[in-house]
């Protein structure tokens, strides 16, 4: 398959893991035309030191996608320095109504990662997980889906050079 079927693929992979995600068709600028996109969302780039002409259309479709997810709070962005309390506020907004934290134990003396294990112990045997969207630095772009959703959104971002992963593995 030649350069043009290549990218068609990975526009296919990247509208996939937004449709999985559950982004709306009509937010999903980043995908079709991530320069208009761009354009349009100059500050949130900036406010992750992304700017200028040499920006790939790869990182504004993936940093695209997070905030999307994150403005419809279906996702949440942390970093080691959350308070537990703060971390368990923000899970309640983005799972689904049927999960719950209780009986899950979180000490706050843990970090995200010892956290995210725990639930993720809970949730697994009901089908869900919490899991996140690697960037690089040392922001956790998180989000709860099925297990199945995760095992697909997993393989599609590792087809375009991405990692989506459990939460504790990151």
């Not at 349009?40 to 900036?46: G, Q, S, T, V, W």
């Not at 200028?52 to 997070?66: A, K």
């Not at 999307?68 to 308070?83: I, P, R």
């Not at 922001?139 to 889906?145: A, I």
Request: net charge negative; glycine share 6%; with cysteine.
């Amino acid at each position: 398959m030649g350069l043009l079927g290549k990218k068609d693929d990975t526009l296919e992979v990247y509208k996939e893991i937004a449709d999985i995600l559950g982004i709306p068709e009509q937010k999903q600028g980043m995908i079709d035309n991530p320069r208009q996109y761009y354009a349009d969302n100059a500050e949130r780039y900036e406010e992750r030191s992304i700017e200028g002409d040499d920006v790939d259309d790869d990182e504004i479709r993936w940093f695209g996608i997070i905030d999307e997810l994150m403005d419809m709070q279906k996702g949440w962005s942390f970093d080691f320095s959350f308070y537990l309390e703060d971390f368990t506020d923000c899970i309640e907004v983005i799972k689904p109504k049927e999960l719950s934290l209780d009986g899950i134990s979180l000490n706050e003396d843990d970090d995200i990662t010892i956290w995210a294990k725990a639930i993720n112990n809970s949730w697994e045997p009901l089908g869900y997980v919490f899991a996140a969207l690697e960037i690089d630095g040392d922001e956790f772009n998180t989000f709860v889906c099925t297990k199945s959703d995760f095992e697909k959104l997993a393989d599609l971002a590792k087809r375009i050079g991405h990692r989506i992963d459990l939460v504790q593995n990151l």
